[in-house]
């Protein structure tokens, strides 16, 4: 599957994909969807961990390295 021309085709499965955004604790996307385009995700957790929200912020990829 290609997103855009920058990214290909996706290297591994979504859980492989979820497992290591888990354990960076952050997810990037460098004009996977959109050329031009950059994004990072993180979780806001409770103080359990349990994810209980999302924060995205995208952006032009030449301001977002």
Request: charge should be negative; glycine fraction near 10%.
């Amino acid at each position: 599957l290609a997103w855009s021309e920058s990214v290909g085709t996706i290297r591994s499965s979504p859980g492989v994909e979820l497992a290591a955004a888990r354990a960076a604790g952050h997810a990037v996307d460098h004009e996977e969807l959109f050329a031009g385009v950059s994004s990072i995700a993180v979780p806001v957790l409770e103080p359990s961990g349990q994810a209980v929200a999302a924060l995205s912020l995208s952006g032009p990829a030449t301001r977002l390295s």
